[in-house]
Structures are given as structure tokens and as C-alpha cells.
């Protein structure tokens, strides 16, 4: 019988995580204050942060010890498992070896739990009282809804407008773990009424949810501010995944020529290359390639400067590919990838040749969900479905060069919530957006300039 599952046992959940700062050719530029222009010290953060978030931010250790607290959680749905794709590579007819990681094995069903339970870990050890934060497609509100209940944080979630209509279940998830939902933008901030008063119908943005959660934590005391996302300390969490992913290949007696995951902020990304790219820097030939959506191309369209992470111009200015801080994507399904920007890391690693960038329209991502389900079984998120469509294009090639490649894709999430874009799909409903130039270029002209 072929071997379909690479299982490993609870014992084997990293007992720490990899900061990959520790080995990057060259470091991301710092933070710089919003106002100032100068760099960022622990003190501008700790407003919305709790410190033991902050010193990972800016740690350079190579190994960062994960709490036994944390460890005991993730043992609800750690390791996940790793599958042999035997079914999607017959239906391709490749030469290829498809594997990938299944992070939808988690309560809320994505990578997002791993860290939004030492978030809310850190934060109560903190004395926090409740966490506010954003969500786009739901997935990171759901998740950080999940380690509030967990750890005894209230939640409170500005969920993108357009995600808060096409996407009811996640909201109800969140609720169902106690949290509060507010559609983005809202009328509870500044921030919210200003876009408001601009564009009542506005879809929001991933960007405009972060300025209402920052302003909401800025201004309550016992409040702090938690990302689902972009930040190191996100990515650095997140390694988990790639870590659990080695020691299956070893089982596997395998090693990949390409990893493969979608990239909205870059934490699913970096958590699952980041350890073989540990190796890539130690001189080990492989491949990483990032797949973002046509309608938001932060990594092959976008600019690699500063540029904040939110629309309002509220969070530290950060070095990245970035479309805009005011940009709006078009409201595609994939709501996790509507982000304007990218992770300082996962940027200045695409910056430096260690990964490599490709987008992709929403109509053909939703065709090789379609043929991924139909051979694995699993209907995928539309986020994680990108990384799909990259996979089978690899696949493919292989196919085509008559070559026998090794690629693993890390499937970041399932969509059995999203299952309204599926219909649309099936429907003939979904259309592409055309790449937003104009819109681009005319953000692009408002980044701020450092001096
Ligand atoms: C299933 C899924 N995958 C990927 C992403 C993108 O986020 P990131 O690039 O941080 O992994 C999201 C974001 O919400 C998501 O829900």
C-alpha cells in the first residue's frame, strides 16, 4: 500500500521556535515611529503590546523557547499531518511528487491558532483584560476568538465590511467563542468614521480594520492590540509548521525542491520556509516560491519601501513591498490576501533572491481548488488555494520536462466556511478583477517619504 500520511506523535511538536533573524544575509530596516521617522524602542510599543511580544519582535536569537502553556494547546490539534498527494498527482498525470501540510486540522481551521494561542497567552500573563484586533476573511478573528476563551481575554474583532457580508459563519464562529464582531469600518472610531464619512459603501480593508483596532487598544488602558500577521514575532510562531514539516520528510525519506504557500501577510509563508530556508542560506538548493492574488500583487507589483501597516497612519512605518497604505483591493474571496503590504521578512528575503513571487486571478485559483477537491476530498480555503494553483503549475511543468520533482505546498486552511464563494464559483458568478493600476499608482503617491 502506498503511504499516504506522514502522522508524527504529540512528543514531536517543536519545543521551540526558529527566529530566522538569527541567519538572514541581511536584516529588514527597523520600524520607524509614525510620527518622528526615528526607529521604534520597546517603550513606542508597549502602548499595545505586551512585552514579551516586543522582545521577540526584535530578538535575534536563533531559538526562542515555546511556553509549556502554549505547548499543552497546540497539543489539541498538533502535529498536523502531512499527505502524500498521490490521488492530485495521478488526476495530473505528473512526474512530481505533490505533498502538503494540512493546517486546517485546527479548531478555527487554519494556521492562525499557532499564534494567536501564545498571543493571548502573553497578553494575560501581561494582566491584558480584552485584545482588539482585525480579520479579514474571519479566519484570524476566529482564531484569536478561540485563545481568548482559552486564556480568559475578552475579544474584540473589526472584521473587513465585505468578508463581515460574504463570510456569516465565521462571524458566528467568533461569537460562539464569546467574542464581539464589528463590521470595518465602523462608527466606534475615529478612524472608521473618517473612511465613512468618505465612502459610506466602502468594502474596508485589512488596513482599515488595523487602524480601528490599534485606535481601540491605543485609547482603552487594559486593552492591548494583537495581529494576525506580518509582524516577526507572527512568522517567528508560525515556524511550527515548517519545523514539524522537516522531520517529515526525514520519515519520508524525502526533502523538497519547492515550497510552496500563498501570501497575504507572509506568517503561513514564513512558517513553512522559513526552516528550509535556514538550509537554502546554508547552501542547500530549493526553491520558495510566495503566490499572491492578481487584484492584490504586494510582492510582484508593489514597492519595497516604508510604508505603514494601516490605512490611517497609526502603526510604526515598516520596510516592505507594498501597494499603498490607503489602497483598497478589489473584494475578491480570498479576504486573508486583501493586505497592502507584506512582513519586513518575508519582503527583504524576496528583496535578497531567497523567495520568489507569482500572482494569480481568482477564477483560475478557484478551477484547482475545484480539481484539488475533487482528487483529495479536502475543499480548500480560497487563500490556501493560490498556493494550490502554484503547485499544479509546478507539477505541470515537471510534466512538461519530463522531470521528477519533489513539491510540498502548505495548505493553510480549509473552506468549509467559505463554501458561498464555492457556490458563486459554480455558479459562473466569480469574475476576475483586472490588475487595479490606476488605483495602485495612486496610492504609490502617498507613501510617506524618509528623510
Ligand atoms: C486560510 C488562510 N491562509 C492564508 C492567509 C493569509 O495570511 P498569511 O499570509 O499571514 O498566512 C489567511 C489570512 O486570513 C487565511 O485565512
Known sequence: MKRTKIILEENDIPRQWYN???????LPKPPLHPAT???????????????????????????????????????????SPLYRAHRLEKALGTPAKIYYKYEGVSPSGSHKTNTSIPQAFYNKQAGIRRIATETGAGQWGAAISLAGVFFGIEVTVYMVRVSYNQK????????????????????????????LDKDPDSPGS????????????????????????VLNHVLLHQTVIGLELKKQFEIAGDYPDIVIACCGGGSNLGGVSFPF?????????????????????TLTKGEFRYDFGDTAGLTPLLMMYTLGHDFVPPGIHAGGLRYHADSSLVSQLTHD????????????????????????????????????????DEALLAKEEGKERTIVFNLSGHGYLDLTAYSDFIDGKIIDCAYPADKIKDALLRLPTIG
Open 37 to 79: 521617522h526615528k526607529p521604534v524602542g520597546p517603550d513606542d510599543l508597549a502602548a499595545i503590546f505586551p512585552m514579551a511580544l516586543i522582545e521577540q519582535e526584535v530578538s535575534q536569537e536563533r531559538w526562542i523557547t515555546i511556553p509549556k502553556e502554549v505547548l499543552d494547546v497546540y497539543t489539541l490539534w498538533r502535529p
Open 206 to 229: 485589512l488596513g482599515i480594520a488595523i487602524s480601528e483596532a490599534v485606535e481601540d487598544a491605543a485609547t482603552h488602558k487594559d486593552t492591548n492590540y494583537a495581529l494576525g500577521s
Open 277 to 297: 530556508l535556514y538550509d537554502k542560506i546554508h547552501g542547500k538548493q530549493l526553491r520558495v516560491i510566495a503566490v499572491e492574488p492578481e487584484s492584490c500583487p
Open 168 to 195: 456569516p459563519y465565521r462571524r458566528i464562529s467568533m461569537e460562539t467563542w464569546g467574542a464581539s464582531v464589528h463590521p470595518s469600518p465602523s462608527n466606534l472610531t475615529n478612524s472608521g468614521r473618517a473612511i
Open 20 to 26: 530566522i533573524m538569527a541567519d538572514m544575509p541581511t
Open 353 to 392: 533572491g531567497l523567495i520568489e513571487a507569482r500572482a494569480y486571478h481568482q477564477t483560475e485559483v478557484f478551477t484547482a481548488a475545484l480539481l484539488f477537491a475533487k482528487s483529495e476530498g479536502i475543499i480548500p480555503a480560497p487563500e490556501s488555494s493560490h498556493a494550490i494553483k502554484c503547485a499544479i
